[in-house]
Protein backbone atom coordinates (compact mmCIF):
# COMPACT_ATOMS: atom_id res chain seq x y z
CA UNK A 1 0.00 0.00 0.00
CA UNK A 2 1.91 3.36 -0.86
CA UNK A 3 2.79 5.54 1.97
CA UNK A 4 0.01 8.28 2.67
CA UNK A 5 1.95 11.77 2.11
CA UNK A 6 0.65 14.80 3.95
CA UNK A 7 -1.09 17.78 2.19
CA UNK A 8 -0.29 21.29 3.55
CA UNK A 9 -3.13 21.13 5.80
CA UNK A 10 -2.02 18.04 7.87
CA UNK A 11 -1.63 19.08 11.45
CA UNK A 12 2.15 18.36 12.18
CA UNK A 13 3.51 17.56 15.22
CA UNK A 14 4.63 20.14 17.91
CA UNK A 15 8.39 20.76 17.58
CA UNK A 16 8.57 24.26 19.37
CA UNK A 17 9.11 23.25 22.62
CA UNK A 18 11.16 25.88 24.98
CA UNK A 19 12.63 25.03 27.79
CA UNK A 20 14.66 27.75 29.87
CA UNK A 21 16.34 28.25 32.90
CA UNK A 22 14.84 31.19 35.20
CA UNK A 23 17.93 33.34 36.85
CA UNK A 24 17.87 36.35 39.35
CA UNK A 25 14.22 36.52 40.29
CA UNK A 26 12.97 37.38 43.53
CA UNK A 27 11.83 33.84 44.96
CA UNK A 28 8.72 35.78 45.68
CA UNK A 29 8.36 37.34 42.20
CA UNK A 30 9.71 34.02 40.68
CA UNK A 31 6.42 31.85 42.87
CA UNK A 32 4.23 35.05 41.26
CA UNK A 33 5.39 34.28 37.99
CA UNK A 34 5.03 30.73 38.09
CA UNK A 35 1.40 30.84 39.42
CA UNK A 36 0.10 32.63 36.40
CA UNK A 37 0.74 29.69 34.34
CA UNK A 38 -2.93 28.85 35.65
CA UNK A 39 -4.33 31.79 35.21
CA UNK A 40 -2.37 33.48 32.32
CA UNK A 41 -1.28 32.53 28.70
CA UNK A 42 1.54 34.88 28.95
CA UNK A 43 5.56 33.02 28.88
CA UNK A 44 7.73 33.39 31.75
CA UNK A 45 9.80 36.19 29.81
CA UNK A 46 6.58 38.04 29.36
CA UNK A 47 5.31 37.47 32.91
CA UNK A 48 8.91 38.46 34.37
CA UNK A 49 8.90 41.23 32.63
CA UNK A 50 5.83 42.54 33.62
CA UNK A 51 5.84 41.69 37.70
CA UNK A 52 7.44 43.97 39.94
CA UNK A 53 7.47 43.33 44.14
CA UNK A 54 4.71 45.21 44.80
CA UNK A 55 2.43 43.04 42.26
CA UNK A 56 3.93 39.94 44.01
CA UNK A 57 3.05 41.41 47.46
CA UNK A 58 -0.58 41.92 46.58
CA UNK A 59 -0.66 38.56 44.54
CA UNK A 60 0.67 36.43 47.34
CA UNK A 61 -1.95 38.49 50.12
CA UNK A 62 -5.13 37.87 48.07
CA UNK A 63 -4.31 34.05 46.68
CA UNK A 64 -2.31 32.75 49.50
CA UNK A 65 -3.98 34.00 52.20
CA UNK A 66 -7.19 34.84 51.91
CA UNK A 67 -7.46 32.30 49.57
CA UNK A 68 -5.17 29.07 50.87
CA UNK A 69 -3.74 28.67 47.99
CA UNK A 70 -0.81 27.27 49.78
CA UNK A 71 1.06 24.92 46.78
CA UNK A 72 2.06 28.85 45.65
CA UNK A 73 4.41 29.07 48.05
CA UNK A 74 6.36 25.63 47.14
CA UNK A 75 7.50 27.83 44.24
CA UNK A 76 9.79 30.13 45.98
CA UNK A 77 12.94 28.69 47.13
CA UNK A 78 15.12 30.46 49.82
CA UNK A 79 18.79 29.59 50.72
CA UNK A 80 19.91 30.04 53.83
CA UNK A 81 23.03 29.54 55.93
CA UNK A 82 22.72 29.00 59.35
CA UNK A 83 25.59 29.24 61.60
CA UNK A 84 27.03 28.77 65.78
CA UNK A 85 23.67 26.35 66.42
CA UNK A 86 23.82 23.87 68.53
CA UNK A 87 23.71 19.65 67.48
CA UNK A 88 20.81 19.76 69.79
CA UNK A 89 19.25 22.60 67.39
CA UNK A 90 20.05 21.55 64.27
CA UNK A 91 18.54 18.03 64.76
CA UNK A 92 15.08 19.80 65.11
CA UNK A 93 15.90 22.71 62.79
CA UNK A 94 16.31 19.51 60.06
CA UNK A 95 13.14 17.37 61.10
CA UNK A 96 10.94 18.26 58.13
CA UNK A 97 10.37 16.08 55.66
CA UNK A 98 10.99 18.80 52.47
CA UNK A 99 13.94 19.65 53.77
CA UNK A 100 17.43 20.38 51.53
CA UNK A 101 20.80 21.06 52.75
CA UNK A 102 24.07 20.11 54.40
CA UNK A 103 25.27 20.27 57.85
CA UNK A 104 28.88 20.13 58.96
CA UNK A 105 30.46 16.85 59.17
CA UNK A 106 31.13 15.46 62.55
CA UNK A 107 32.72 12.60 60.56
CA UNK A 108 35.16 14.52 58.62
CA UNK A 109 36.04 17.20 60.83
CA UNK A 110 37.88 18.26 63.71
CA UNK A 111 35.74 19.50 67.00
CA UNK A 112 38.53 19.93 69.34
CA UNK A 113 38.46 23.85 69.31
CA UNK A 114 35.60 24.44 71.87
CA UNK A 115 32.51 25.73 70.72
CA UNK A 116 29.53 25.14 71.66
CA UNK A 117 25.89 26.68 73.25
CA UNK A 118 25.00 28.08 76.72
CA UNK A 119 21.85 28.35 78.19
CA UNK A 120 20.97 31.31 80.50
CA UNK A 121 20.61 29.45 83.55
CA UNK A 122 20.23 32.52 85.79
CA UNK A 123 22.66 30.70 88.25
CA UNK A 124 26.85 31.20 88.20
CA UNK A 125 26.93 27.71 90.43
CA UNK A 126 25.06 25.86 88.00
CA UNK A 127 26.60 27.66 85.21
CA UNK A 128 30.29 27.22 86.07
CA UNK A 129 29.14 23.44 86.36
CA UNK A 130 28.02 23.18 82.67
CA UNK A 131 30.41 25.15 81.37
CA UNK A 132 33.29 22.63 82.98
CA UNK A 133 31.61 19.67 82.06
CA UNK A 134 31.68 20.82 78.56
CA UNK A 135 35.33 21.19 78.98
CA UNK A 136 35.95 18.03 80.25
CA UNK A 137 34.04 16.30 77.17
CA UNK A 138 36.47 18.42 74.49
CA UNK A 139 39.27 17.14 76.36
CA UNK A 140 38.08 13.76 76.58
CA UNK A 141 37.22 14.11 72.64
CA UNK A 142 40.92 15.54 71.63
CA UNK A 143 42.90 12.51 73.53
CA UNK A 144 39.98 9.94 72.48
CA UNK A 145 40.65 10.96 68.62
CA UNK A 146 44.61 11.00 68.81
CA UNK A 147 44.36 7.86 70.77
CA UNK A 148 42.41 5.98 68.35
CA UNK A 149 44.82 7.62 65.63
CA UNK A 150 47.25 5.77 66.49
CA UNK A 151 45.76 2.93 67.00
CA UNK A 152 44.01 2.56 63.69
CA UNK A 153 47.53 4.26 62.52
CA UNK A 154 48.83 0.97 64.01
CA UNK A 155 46.35 -1.67 62.56
CA UNK A 156 46.98 0.24 59.04
CA UNK A 157 50.37 1.43 57.85
CA UNK A 158 50.27 3.86 55.16
CA UNK A 159 50.51 2.13 51.32
CA UNK A 160 54.19 3.04 49.80
CA UNK A 161 51.96 4.46 47.04
CA UNK A 162 49.93 6.87 48.92
CA UNK A 163 50.98 10.09 49.91
CA UNK A 164 51.39 11.46 53.50
CA UNK A 165 48.83 13.61 53.75
CA UNK A 166 46.19 11.75 52.38
CA UNK A 167 46.63 8.70 54.79
CA UNK A 168 46.75 10.73 57.66
CA UNK A 169 43.37 12.44 56.57
CA UNK A 170 42.30 9.49 56.36
CA UNK A 171 43.21 8.11 59.78
CA UNK A 172 41.79 10.97 61.21
CA UNK A 173 38.77 11.17 59.67
CA UNK A 174 38.05 7.15 60.86
CA UNK A 175 39.39 8.67 64.04
CA UNK A 176 36.87 11.67 64.30
CA UNK A 177 33.98 8.60 63.26
CA UNK A 178 34.53 7.55 67.01
CA UNK A 179 35.84 10.20 68.94
CA UNK A 180 32.54 12.28 67.59
CA UNK A 181 30.65 10.07 70.08
CA UNK A 182 32.10 12.22 72.96
CA UNK A 183 30.67 15.26 71.30
CA UNK A 184 28.27 17.02 73.38
CA UNK A 185 24.70 17.87 72.09
CA UNK A 186 25.80 21.83 73.28
CA UNK A 187 28.44 21.92 70.03
CA UNK A 188 27.87 24.51 67.77
CA UNK A 189 27.20 23.51 63.95
CA UNK A 190 26.61 25.04 61.02
CA UNK A 191 24.04 24.21 58.14
CA UNK A 192 22.69 25.56 54.77
CA UNK A 193 19.34 25.04 53.38
CA UNK A 194 17.56 25.57 50.83
CA UNK A 195 13.80 25.13 51.12
CA UNK A 196 10.43 26.41 49.88
CA UNK A 197 8.96 28.79 51.21
CA UNK A 198 5.26 26.94 52.35
CA UNK A 199 8.50 24.26 54.22
CA UNK A 200 10.07 27.57 55.68
CA UNK A 201 6.42 28.92 56.86
CA UNK A 202 5.73 25.49 58.28
CA UNK A 203 9.72 25.19 59.92
CA UNK A 204 9.49 28.88 61.63
CA UNK A 205 6.15 28.06 63.48
CA UNK A 206 7.06 24.82 64.81
CA UNK A 207 10.65 25.95 66.21
CA UNK A 208 8.74 29.15 67.27
CA UNK A 209 6.72 26.35 69.49
CA UNK A 210 9.37 24.48 71.10
CA UNK A 211 9.94 24.40 74.55
CA UNK A 212 13.83 25.49 74.63
CA UNK A 213 14.71 28.93 74.26
CA UNK A 214 17.64 28.49 71.66
CA UNK A 215 15.13 26.70 69.31
CA UNK A 216 12.62 29.88 69.67
CA UNK A 217 15.32 32.59 69.22
CA UNK A 218 16.58 30.38 66.05
CA UNK A 219 12.92 30.54 64.55
CA UNK A 220 12.77 34.16 65.11
CA UNK A 221 15.85 34.59 63.11
CA UNK A 222 15.11 32.53 60.42
CA UNK A 223 11.99 34.69 60.12
CA UNK A 224 13.83 37.54 60.49
CA UNK A 225 16.05 36.57 58.01
CA UNK A 226 13.21 35.81 55.20
CA UNK A 227 12.05 39.40 55.82
CA UNK A 228 15.93 41.16 55.30
CA UNK A 229 18.02 41.77 52.73
CA UNK A 230 19.96 38.35 51.72
CA UNK A 231 23.67 38.45 51.33
CA UNK A 232 24.37 39.52 48.09
CA UNK A 233 27.61 37.48 46.74
CA UNK A 234 27.93 39.84 43.31
CA UNK A 235 27.29 43.00 45.96
CA UNK A 236 31.32 44.00 45.80
CA UNK A 237 31.86 43.56 41.87
CA UNK A 238 28.73 45.51 41.48
CA UNK A 239 29.51 48.14 43.88
CA UNK A 240 32.69 49.15 42.03
CA UNK A 241 31.14 48.78 38.49
CA UNK A 242 28.76 51.36 39.70
CA UNK A 243 31.40 53.57 41.38
CA UNK A 244 33.22 53.57 37.19
CA UNK A 245 29.89 54.15 35.58
CA UNK A 246 29.12 57.37 38.57
CA UNK A 247 32.78 58.39 37.60
CA UNK A 248 31.74 58.70 33.88
CA UNK A 249 28.43 59.57 34.16
CA UNK A 250 26.42 60.02 37.70
CA UNK A 251 22.85 60.18 36.48
CA UNK A 252 23.90 57.09 34.61
CA UNK A 253 25.66 55.49 37.96
CA UNK A 254 22.51 56.02 39.75
CA UNK A 255 20.52 54.27 37.15
CA UNK A 256 23.46 51.26 37.57
CA UNK A 257 23.05 51.65 41.74
CA UNK A 258 19.09 51.27 41.15
CA UNK A 259 19.34 47.90 39.22
CA UNK A 260 22.84 46.63 40.50
CA UNK A 261 22.99 47.49 44.41
CA UNK A 262 18.98 46.87 45.11
CA UNK A 263 17.88 44.86 48.25
CA UNK A 264 16.52 41.72 48.07
CA UNK A 265 14.20 40.72 50.47
CA UNK A 266 14.01 36.76 49.73
CA UNK A 267 10.47 36.34 51.39
CA UNK A 268 9.15 38.92 53.19
CA UNK A 269 5.44 38.18 52.17
CA UNK A 270 5.05 34.56 52.83
CA UNK A 271 6.34 34.40 56.18
CA UNK A 272 5.25 37.35 58.02
CA UNK A 273 2.13 35.77 60.02
CA UNK A 274 4.55 33.01 61.04
CA UNK A 275 3.80 32.16 64.57
CA UNK A 276 4.23 29.79 67.18
CA UNK A 277 1.62 26.61 66.62
CA UNK A 278 -0.78 27.06 69.29
CA UNK A 279 -2.74 23.72 67.65
CA UNK A 280 1.18 22.08 68.36
CA UNK A 281 1.25 23.37 71.78
CA UNK A 282 -1.87 22.26 72.67
CA UNK A 283 -1.71 18.94 71.80
CA UNK A 284 1.68 18.05 72.89
CA UNK A 285 0.97 19.37 76.20
CA UNK A 286 -2.36 16.86 76.49
CA UNK A 287 -0.61 14.21 74.88
CA UNK A 288 2.67 14.45 77.29
CA UNK A 289 0.53 14.24 80.01
CA UNK A 290 -1.87 11.63 79.19
CA UNK A 291 1.72 9.63 78.25
CA UNK A 292 2.94 10.17 81.34
CA UNK A 293 -0.69 8.85 82.82
CA UNK A 294 -0.80 5.62 80.99
CA UNK A 295 3.02 5.04 80.61
CA UNK A 296 4.96 6.73 83.26
CA UNK A 297 4.85 4.28 85.79
CA UNK A 298 5.85 1.27 83.18
CA UNK A 299 9.37 0.17 83.29
CA UNK A 300 10.83 0.61 79.95
CA UNK A 301 11.19 -3.02 78.38
CA UNK A 302 14.21 -3.87 76.65
CA UNK A 303 14.36 -4.05 73.05
CA UNK A 304 16.26 -4.38 70.25
CA UNK A 305 18.79 -2.34 67.90
CA UNK A 306 16.00 -2.38 65.02
CA UNK A 307 12.39 -3.72 65.54
CA UNK A 308 10.07 -4.30 62.20
CA UNK A 309 6.51 -4.02 63.49
CA UNK A 310 3.74 -5.72 62.77
CA UNK A 311 0.45 -4.79 61.01
CA UNK A 312 -2.32 -3.41 63.13
CA UNK A 313 -5.65 -1.94 63.14
CA UNK A 314 -4.92 1.99 61.57
CA UNK A 315 -6.88 3.55 65.14
CA UNK A 316 -4.25 1.48 67.07
CA UNK A 317 -1.34 2.64 65.32
CA UNK A 318 -2.80 6.17 65.48
CA UNK A 319 -3.20 5.89 69.16
CA UNK A 320 -0.09 4.41 69.86
CA UNK A 321 2.07 6.70 67.97
CA UNK A 322 0.28 9.69 69.22
CA UNK A 323 1.57 8.65 72.82
CA UNK A 324 4.79 7.09 71.82
CA UNK A 325 6.61 10.44 71.02
CA UNK A 326 5.57 11.84 74.53
CA UNK A 327 7.54 8.22 76.11
CA UNK A 328 10.80 7.05 76.08
CA UNK A 329 8.99 3.31 75.80
CA UNK A 330 9.59 0.66 72.46
CA UNK A 331 6.75 1.15 70.40
CA UNK A 332 5.32 -2.39 71.29
CA UNK A 333 5.18 -1.22 74.62
CA UNK A 334 2.96 1.57 74.00
CA UNK A 335 0.86 -0.66 71.51
CA UNK A 336 0.29 -3.02 74.45
CA UNK A 337 -1.06 -0.41 76.71
CA UNK A 338 -3.05 1.00 73.56
CA UNK A 339 -4.97 -2.41 72.72
CA UNK A 340 -5.78 -2.66 76.24
CA UNK A 341 -7.79 0.46 76.64
CA UNK A 342 -11.37 0.51 76.05
CA UNK A 343 -12.23 1.67 72.25
CA UNK A 344 -13.85 5.39 74.23
CA UNK A 345 -10.37 5.49 75.76
CA UNK A 346 -8.30 5.08 72.45
CA UNK A 347 -10.89 8.16 71.17
CA UNK A 348 -10.16 9.91 73.49
CA UNK A 349 -6.48 10.42 73.06
CA UNK A 350 -7.16 10.24 69.55
CA UNK A 351 -9.41 13.32 69.78
CA UNK A 352 -6.49 14.85 71.96
CA UNK A 353 -4.29 15.11 68.95
CA UNK A 354 -7.15 17.34 67.17
CA UNK A 355 -9.45 19.18 69.53
CA UNK A 356 -7.46 22.44 69.00
CA UNK A 357 -6.64 21.94 65.48
CA UNK A 358 -7.37 24.96 63.41
CA UNK A 359 -8.61 25.90 60.10
CA UNK A 360 -4.86 26.09 58.39
CA UNK A 361 -3.62 23.48 60.84
CA UNK A 362 -2.27 20.27 59.31
CA UNK A 363 -2.70 17.19 61.21
CA UNK A 364 -0.09 16.20 63.53
CA UNK A 365 2.82 13.95 62.33
CA UNK A 366 1.37 10.90 64.04
CA UNK A 367 -1.27 10.82 61.81
CA UNK A 368 0.88 9.66 58.69
CA UNK A 369 -0.26 5.96 59.06
CA UNK A 370 -1.16 3.46 57.34
CA UNK A 371 2.84 2.29 55.84
CA UNK A 372 3.43 -1.33 55.70
CA UNK A 373 6.59 -0.74 56.63
CA UNK A 374 7.64 0.40 60.01
CA UNK A 375 10.71 0.12 62.39
CA UNK A 376 11.30 1.31 65.90
CA UNK A 377 15.23 2.00 65.84
CA UNK A 378 17.26 2.48 68.88
CA UNK A 379 20.62 3.96 68.07
CA UNK A 380 23.40 6.48 69.28
CA UNK A 381 21.94 10.22 68.73
CA UNK A 382 25.88 10.40 66.35
CA UNK A 383 24.59 7.60 63.69
CA UNK A 384 20.96 8.68 64.05
CA UNK A 385 22.17 12.05 62.68
CA UNK A 386 22.90 10.52 59.59
CA UNK A 387 19.44 8.36 59.59
CA UNK A 388 17.67 11.55 60.40
CA UNK A 389 18.33 12.79 56.47
CA UNK A 390 16.01 10.43 54.99
CA UNK A 391 13.21 12.50 53.86
CA UNK A 392 11.20 9.71 52.09
CA UNK A 393 10.04 8.37 54.90
CA UNK A 394 7.82 9.10 57.86
CA UNK A 395 10.13 9.48 61.03
CA UNK A 396 8.77 10.34 64.86
CA UNK A 397 11.00 10.97 67.29
CA UNK A 398 10.92 10.81 71.04
CA UNK A 399 13.01 13.74 72.91
CA UNK A 400 16.31 13.08 74.48
CA UNK A 401 16.67 10.90 77.00
CA UNK A 402 20.18 9.32 79.25
CA UNK A 403 17.82 6.61 80.07
CA UNK A 404 18.55 4.17 77.28
CA UNK A 405 22.35 4.25 78.28
CA UNK A 406 25.00 5.00 75.66
CA UNK A 407 27.43 2.86 72.52
CA UNK A 408 30.86 2.41 72.93
CA UNK A 409 32.61 1.59 69.85
CA UNK A 410 34.48 -1.62 68.99
CA UNK A 411 37.71 -0.30 68.78
CA UNK A 412 37.19 1.76 72.19
CA UNK A 413 35.94 -1.41 73.82
CA UNK A 414 39.10 -3.42 72.81
CA UNK A 415 41.59 -0.32 73.68
CA UNK A 416 43.01 0.85 77.18
CA UNK A 417 40.48 4.19 76.82
CA UNK A 418 37.15 1.78 77.41
CA UNK A 419 37.13 2.55 81.18
CA UNK A 420 38.43 6.71 80.55
CA UNK A 421 34.86 6.51 77.81
CA UNK A 422 32.97 5.04 80.23
CA UNK A 423 33.80 7.64 83.34
CA UNK A 424 33.08 10.61 80.86
CA UNK A 425 29.73 9.14 79.81
CA UNK A 426 28.54 8.68 83.42
CA UNK A 427 30.21 12.03 84.33
CA UNK A 428 28.14 13.89 81.81
CA UNK A 429 24.98 12.18 82.93
CA UNK A 430 25.59 12.64 86.51
CA UNK A 431 26.26 16.80 86.02
CA UNK A 432 22.71 16.83 83.58
CA UNK A 433 21.09 15.50 86.93
CA UNK A 434 22.96 17.55 88.87
CA UNK A 435 21.65 20.59 86.78
CA UNK A 436 18.61 19.12 86.10
CA UNK A 437 16.95 18.92 89.65
CA UNK A 438 17.92 22.78 90.71
CA UNK A 439 15.98 24.00 87.08
CA UNK A 440 13.29 22.25 87.89
CA UNK A 441 12.57 23.51 91.43
CA UNK A 442 13.30 27.25 90.43
CA UNK A 443 10.94 26.61 87.24
CA UNK A 444 13.65 26.67 85.07
CA UNK A 445 14.02 24.62 81.83
CA UNK A 446 15.51 21.06 82.69
CA UNK A 447 15.55 20.45 79.29
CA UNK A 448 18.64 22.70 79.17
CA UNK A 449 21.06 19.62 80.83
CA UNK A 450 20.47 17.95 77.75
CA UNK A 451 23.25 19.93 76.25
CA UNK A 452 25.81 17.81 78.00
CA UNK A 453 24.40 14.64 76.33
CA UNK A 454 27.25 13.45 74.39
CA UNK A 455 26.54 11.75 71.22
CA UNK A 456 26.95 8.04 72.10
CA UNK A 457 23.94 8.28 74.37
CA UNK A 458 21.00 6.40 72.40
CA UNK A 459 17.80 7.89 70.66
CA UNK A 460 14.29 6.33 69.93
CA UNK A 461 12.90 7.06 66.75
CA UNK A 462 10.33 4.99 64.83
CA UNK A 463 10.29 5.25 60.87
CA UNK A 464 7.90 4.83 58.11
CA UNK A 465 8.28 3.21 54.61
CA UNK A 466 7.30 1.69 51.69
CA UNK A 467 9.53 -1.29 50.74
CA UNK A 468 11.50 0.91 48.03
CA UNK A 469 12.97 3.24 50.82
CA UNK A 470 14.23 0.64 53.21
CA UNK A 471 15.85 -1.13 50.26
CA UNK A 472 17.29 2.03 49.58
CA UNK A 473 18.27 2.78 52.86
CA UNK A 474 19.30 -0.86 53.62
CA UNK A 475 21.69 -0.55 50.42
CA UNK A 476 23.50 3.06 50.79
CA UNK A 477 23.60 3.06 54.34
CA UNK A 478 25.74 -0.41 54.70
CA UNK A 479 27.90 0.47 52.34
CA UNK A 480 31.89 -0.06 53.85
CA UNK A 481 32.45 3.67 53.50
CA UNK A 482 29.82 4.33 56.18
CA UNK A 483 29.96 4.68 59.72
CA UNK A 484 29.89 1.46 61.68
CA UNK A 485 26.34 2.26 63.47
CA UNK A 486 24.40 3.54 60.97
CA UNK A 487 25.67 0.64 58.78
CA UNK A 488 24.34 -2.03 61.62
CA UNK A 489 21.06 -0.58 61.68
CA UNK A 490 20.92 -0.54 57.74
CA UNK A 491 22.02 -4.40 57.89
CA UNK A 492 19.60 -5.03 60.78
CA UNK A 493 16.53 -3.16 58.45
CA UNK A 494 17.39 -5.93 55.70
CA UNK A 495 17.68 -8.73 57.68
CA UNK A 496 14.41 -8.30 59.63
CA UNK A 497 12.65 -7.86 56.42
CA UNK A 498 14.65 -10.72 54.83
CA UNK A 499 13.29 -13.07 57.57
CA UNK A 500 9.83 -12.11 57.74
CA UNK A 501 9.64 -11.55 53.64
CA UNK A 502 12.29 -14.36 52.45
CA UNK A 503 10.78 -14.22 48.54
CA UNK A 504 11.99 -10.06 48.90
CA UNK A 505 15.26 -10.67 50.48
CA UNK A 506 17.02 -11.23 47.25
CA UNK A 507 16.35 -7.65 45.64
CA UNK A 508 18.55 -6.41 48.15
CA UNK A 509 22.15 -4.93 47.58
CA UNK A 510 23.34 -4.64 51.09
CA UNK A 511 27.00 -5.31 52.16
CA UNK A 512 27.64 -7.68 55.68
CA UNK A 513 28.94 -4.82 58.47
CA UNK A 514 30.47 -7.79 60.01
CA UNK A 515 32.73 -8.14 57.30
CA UNK A 516 36.69 -6.73 57.64
CA UNK A 517 36.86 -3.17 55.98
CA UNK A 518 39.89 -1.41 54.51
CA UNK A 519 40.22 1.39 56.01
CA UNK A 520 41.85 3.72 53.89
CA UNK A 521 38.33 3.51 51.64
CA UNK A 522 36.33 6.17 52.00
Known amino acids: MPEAKLS ?5 AQTGTDVYAIHGAEPEVQAYAMAKYSRSSLSMRESLQEINGQKAEKFLNTFYF ?68 IAFLFGEYRALSDAMFNRLSERTPKPAEMKQDQYERTMRARAFDIARYLLPLATNTSLGQIVNARTLETQISR ?23 AYDVNHAA ?43 ISASAELASAASEIMGDVEIDPAPLVDLLDDEPIEIEIATTLLYEHSHHPYRQVRRRIEGLSASERQNIVELGTKDRGRHDELLRAFCAGQRIRFDILMDIGGFRDMHRHRRCTQLHQGFTFAHGFDTPDDVAESEFADRYAAAMQRASAAAQQITVPQSERGGQALDALYLMPLAYRKRTLFKMDFA ?29 AERH ?16 DLLQR
Not at 207 to 229: C, F, M, N, T, V
Not at 259 to 266: C, H, I, M, N, T
Not at 469 to 483: F, K, M, N, Q
Open 238 to 280: WRKLVDRIVALDENLGNEAANAFLKEVRPSPTLVKYAEPNAYA
Open 66 to 133: QYGHRSIADLAHVAFAVEKLSLLAAIILEDEQRWDGQERSTRYQDFSHPDYYTPDFGNDALADQYRHT
Open 207 to 229: LLSHPQSEIRRLGKKLRDAAKSP
Open 502 to 517: PELASLFRVHDPNEPV
Open 469 to 497: EAVYISELRTTPAGHFSYRRVAWEMYRVI
Open 8 to 12: STTPQ
